[in-house]
C-alpha cells in the first residue's frame, strides 16, 4: 500500500508558517532598506544603531532585573505552595486548588486592570517594584503546578526511611526531598522567567514612569516605523541567544547522557 505524503505535506506546510516569517524578519534585519518593503544592500548599520541606544539596554536591565527577582520569589513560593497542596487533605483542598490555578486561565487583560487597581486603591508607587509583585503573582501558579506534577510521582517512604536512620526534618528534605524535586522546581523557575521577561500586558498596566521593560519599549518602539529596522536587529539578536541556549543545554544533557554507565 503507497504510504500519504499528507502527514510530510502537513508538517511541511505548517514549518514554513511558522519559521518563515522569522527568516524575513532576520533578513530584513541586514537590509539596507529602512522599511523592508525591497533587498537595497546588505548593512549592518541598524546593528550599530542597537548598540548606540541607551533606552533599549536600559529596558533590557529592567527586564532582567524583574525576571530574576520574581523568578526567585516565585519559585520559592510556588514550590512551598505545591507542597502544601500535595500534603493538605482537608475539606478545602479544592478551593485551594482554584485558587493557586486561577491565575493560569484568568485573562492577562483582566489582571492587569485589577492590579492597577488594587496599586492606585492602596497608594503604592508604580514602578520596578510594582512589576515584580504582579510577575510573582501570576509565575507562582505555573511553579506550583509544575512542582506539584513532579510531587505526585514522589515515594513519601523516603522520608520516612530518612527519619528512621536518624536524619532530621531539615536534613530529610535537603538531601532527599529536595534533590527529588529539583528537575521540577528547575522547570517550574525556567518557565517563570520566561513568562517574566516575555510578559507584555500585565506590564502594561503597571509600569511607572522609568520602568519600561523590553516587550512594553518595543511597542512604543513599534508606533514609529523609523524604528523597524533596529527592532528586527533586536530580535535576530534574541533570536540567537535563544538557539545559543536551547543548543548549550543539548549539549549538556548529551554529554551527561555519554557520561552515564
Known amino acids: 500500500m503507497k504510504r500519504s505524503r499528507l502527514p510530510g505535506l502537513t508538517v511541511l506546510i505548517l514549518l514554513v508558517f511558522f519559521y518563515l516569517p522569522i527568516v524575513i524578519l532576520v533578513i530584513n534585519s541586514f537590509n539596507l532598506h529602512k522599511y523592508g518593503g525591497e533587498w537595497s544592500g546588505f548593512t549592518l548599520k541598524w546593528y550599530v544603531r542597537l548598540f548606540q541606544d541607551d533606552a533599549v539596554w536600559h529596558a533590557l536591565r529592567n527586564s532582567l532585573i524583574i525576571a530574576g527577582v520574581s523568578t526567585a520569589a516565585s519559585t520559592v513560593l510556588g514550590t512551598l505552595a505545591a507542597y502544601a497542596l500535595h500534603r493538605s487533605n482537608d475539606r478545602f483542598q479544592k478551593i485551594h486548588h482554584g485558587l493557586i490555578y486561577m491565575p493560569l486561565v484568568l485573562p492577562d ?35 506550583a503546578m509544575v512542582v506539584l506534577a513532579r510531587l505526585q510521582d514522589f515515594d513519601f517512604s523516603m522520608m520516612e526511611a530518612a527519619y528512621d536512620l536518624g536524619a532530621n526534618s531539615w536534613t530529610a528534605t535537603t538531601r532527599v526531598l529536595l534533590p527529588a524535586l529539583a528537575p521540577g522546581i528547575t522547570a517550574g523557575a525556567l518557565l517563570a522567567f520566561t513568562l517574566s521577561i516575555d510578559d507584555f500586558v500585565i506590564t502594561f498596566f503597571v509600569a511607572g514612569p522609568g520602568s519600561s521593560t ?48
Open 214 to 261: 523590553l516587550p512594553v519599549h518595543i511597542y512604543s518602539m513599534m508606533k514609529h516605523s523609523r524604528f523597524m529596522p533596529v527592532i528586527n536587529a533586536l530580535s535576530t539578536l534574541l533570536l540567537l541567544v535563544t538557539f545559543v541556549a536551547v543548543g548549550s543545554s543539548q549539549l549538556i544533557n548529551k554529554q551527561k547522557g555519554a557520561d552515564l554507565p
Open 109 to 143: 487583560i483582566l489582571m492587569g486592570m485589577s492590579l492597577l487597581l488594587f496599586f492606585v486603591a492602596v497608594g503604592f508607587q508604580l514602578g520596578l517594584t510594582s512589576i515584580c509583585i504582579a510577575h510573582i503573582t501570576f509565575c507562582i501558579s505555573y511553579v
